[in-house]
């Protein structure tokens, strides 16, 4: 199947492969490395030198447009004003000091990229997902996912017209099956784990020749999931922290991460690249095994209660591995419980309320600082990649059920002052 256009991609030199660095060019129409297989997904590699003359400093402070869309020259579009019209990208980034006082560190930024358009971070990618499948003349647009990828997919389709076929596991929150009802799209609630999803939506868009969103297979991707990091380097005014947490699961955003900000520094913006600390949920960890035996990943049966990240066959190791050594950065494990501790702790301490995947990464940051991994003159950031509203019941369950009162004051007052 071949949906890669052509004309117009002049700022793009070629794909490569990320297993056994095969070049192809960008007319190929390869999605994966025809001699890898599935296990060969190719990147796309930009040419900077030309880009770095249309996006300089100057450029983007006088850019109005506050999306991720101000990173136009830098995505593999052949038209980028033919795209999905929702506001994606521009989170803020919170600078919190009580929460830099009590973990010791100097000072940590929490990018909350729950607040995009569909309260995920996957915005990022299906956004660009729509506007490839735009370019190539599809009408149909399929994925699977753990919950968030769907969602996105199923509004940035509905945002510009496109039917949207979405494979979860049956697993994912009802919130995120609720936004994938809304927004219209046809959904597949799959008796099984996402990797049967992923499976199913496979073989559809290969059968049915639907435009495959698979961030393990498309490489576009990431390509948007990168604006992530230019962002986060930009809000820094260039000067990017020591540091940055994400939350892994397939492995495709931390990648996106490292690649913006590695564009940022490619682009004589920013003059370093922090170090990424990719974190995972202890019963879903096979990247960090792959990462510490040095091995070549071994599937697992997956177990946590952060579902966006309970990923047991990773697509995208290879390039989550790739990331974070190149940005000489660390791999950890947090419990489920130390998931909802962060849970708690980044509601109440800076007003941010992220999904459980959606906090793992600053779970991470919580445990690095204990562990003295990082210290007190360190800069941190933590992406926060989903919204808390996403998953209320694992939410109530790290806060525990609020307190019932009759409507009488004086048993309020028996509370208040006791
Ligand atoms: C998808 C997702 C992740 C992890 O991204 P991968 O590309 O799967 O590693 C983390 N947090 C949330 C909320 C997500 O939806
Ligand atoms: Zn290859």
């Not at 004309?7 to 960008?26: K, M, N, Q, W």
């Not at 300089?56 to 447009?65: C, G, K, Q, V």
């Not at 004003?81 to 930024?109: D, F, M, W």
């Not at 190149?326 to 849970?343: C, F, N, P, Q, Y």
Request: glycine share 10%.
């Amino acid at each position: 199947m071949t949906h890669v256009l052509t004309a117009g991609l002049s700022h793009i030199l070629r794909l490569r492969c990320v297993r056994c660095d095969a070049e192809y060019p960008t007319d190929s129409g390869h999605l994966i490395c025809p001699a890898c297989g599935r296990d060969g997904i190719l990147d796309v590699e930009f040419d900077y030198a030309a880009i770095a003359e249309r996006l300089t400093r100057e450029s983007l402070a006088a850019n109005p447009d506050t999306t991720h869309w101000r990173y136009a020259p830098l995505m593999p579009l052949v038209n980028p004003e033919r795209r999905p019209p929702l506001a994606v990208g521009g989170s803020p980034l919170y600078s919190c000091p009580r929460l830099a006082a009590e973990l010791g560190v100097n000072e940590i930024l929490i990018k909350d990229d729950g607040l995009n358009p569909t309260a995920s971070l996957k915005d990022r990618a299906s956004s660009v997902g729509v506007a490839k499948a735009l370019e190539a003349g599809a009408t149909v647009i399929t994925c699977a996912s753990t919950g968030n990828a769907a969602s996105s997919l199923a509004g940035a389709a509905a945002s510009v017209g496109m039917e949207a076929h979405i494979f979860v596991p049956a697993r994912a929150p009802e919130a995120k099956v609720a936004q994938l009802l809304v927004f219209g799209a046809k959904v597949y609630v799959v008796e099984g784990t996402y990797e049967d999803a992923f499976e199913l939506s496979m073989a559809c868009a290969e059968r049915l020749g639907w435009y495959n969103r698979n961030s393990g297979i498309n490489p576009y991707l990431v390509e948007g999931k990168k604006t992530v990091g230019l962002e986060i380097a930009e809000q820094c005014g260039w000067q990017p922290p020591d540091w940055v947490f994400a939350s892994v699961g397939d492995g495709c955003s931390i990648y996106g991460l490292w690649k913006g900000l590695w564009e940022a520094e490619q682009l004589g913006l920013s003059h370093r690249v922090p170090r990424l600390i990719g974190v995972q949920a202890a019963g879903a960890a096979p990247i960090v095994e792959a990462a510490h035996s040095e091995s070549d990943l071994v599937p697992i049966a997956a177990e946590t209660l952060a579902d966006s990240i309970c990923v047991g066959t990773p697509r995208n190791w290879r390039k989550a591995l790739n990331a974070v050594a190149e940005s000489d950065g660390k791999w950890l494990t947090v419990t489920d419980d130390e998931i909802l501790d962060a849970m708690r702790v980044l509601g109440a301490r800076a007003g941010v309320f992220g999904e459980p995947a959606g906090v793992t990464a600053f779970a991470g940051a919580v445990k690095a600082a204990k562990m003295g991994l990082i210290g007190s003159n360190d800069r941190v950031c933590a992406v926060v990649s989903g919204n808390g509203l996403k998953d209320v019941v694992n939410a109530i369950r790290a806060t525990g059920q609020a307190r019932r009162v009759p409507p009488d004051i004086e048993a309020v007052m028996k509370i208040v002052r006791p």
